[in-house]
Structures are given as C-alpha cells and as structure tokens.
C-alpha cells in the first residue's frame, strides 16, 4: 500500500474552502481534472451518506462513488472512494481502461486549517494499484486544486 500526501493553500477562508468541498453547486466547479468537467455531482454530507460524481470530457464519462467515513466541520473530511458505473455500482479500474481488476476502495483524509484569511490543506490518501496510478492521480488532483484555486 502506498501512501501520498500533498499540500496547498486557497486564498480563502476555511468555510468557504469548506463549502467548495460539500456542496454540489461550488463541487460542480471543480471536481475534475483539466480537460474535463463535473457533469454529475450528489452529496449526502453526513458519515455513511454518499458522495457521486461524474467526470466528463469528449471521449469519455468515469463515474466514482464516496462514503464519508469522518465529517468535522470545517477541519476533517474523509472518504472511501471507488470507481462506479453511471448507476452507482462499484467497478474496478479497468473498467475504464485503467491498471486493476479489482473494487479497490481507497480512503482520502483531507484536513483544513485556517491561516489568517487563507485555508492550509493536507490530503493523504493510500493506494494499492501502482505507482502509475499514484502519479496520474497526483497529476489530477494538482489539476482540480488548480480549478478550485480559481473559483475560491
């Protein structure tokens, strides 16, 4: 299991940057990589509720599917991610063409603190697919944090 950790800071409050995180309306903004759009997203905000989305460009819709496992306003928000289909099933990563036959769940912990006008983020995650995996999903991330440091 590989664990990845990365950094940022949102010239935002930590409730506003809070709100991007757990509101459909600020997530459909910026929950996707460059080159595609959130064309879905549903959040029940509470721990067990399910969080879905759908990331869309020109050749393709990959839908993911989240549990929130821990909600402490506006300082912890982590989940169980996993690739679903457009109905919400779990399905492994080749299921989009992507290294793993298996449902892997994968925990995502983001933690806020505010500092002045400005919100510290640390997200962790843990990923047993393959180190390709962890560099493409570095790359997104980096990408949507981009899109969310312009609509903040």
């Known amino acids: 299991m590989k664990k990845s950790t990365m950094e940022r800071e949102f010239n935002a409050s930590i409730e506003k940057v809070w ?14 990589p460059e080159g595609m759009t959130s064309s879905y997203i549903s ?5 067990g509720g399910f ?55 994968m925990l995502f912990i983001f933690s806020f603190s505010a500092k002045g006008d400005k919100t510290h983020m640390r997200l962790s995650w843990e ?7 962890t560099a493409d999903m570095t790359k997104g991330w980096n990408s949507m944090f981009d899109k969310l440091d312009s609509v903040l």
Request: with cysteine; net charge negative.
């Open 43 to 47: 959040v029940d905000l509470r721990e």
């Open 127 to 133: 990923n047993s697919i393959d180190e390709k995996m």
């Open 51 to 105: 969080f879905r989305y759908c990331m869309k460009s020109d050749q393709v819709e990959v839908f993911g599917l989240g549990e929130y496992e821990t909600i402490t306003k506006p300082t912890i928000l982590s989940y169980h991610d996993t690739f679903s289909d457009a109905k919400g099933t779990p399905v492994p990563p080749s299921y989009y063409g992507m290294p793993g036959d298996k449902i892997e769940k």
């Open 19 to 32: 709100e991007a995180f757990t509101t459909p309306k600020m997530l459909s903004k910026w929950w996707s």
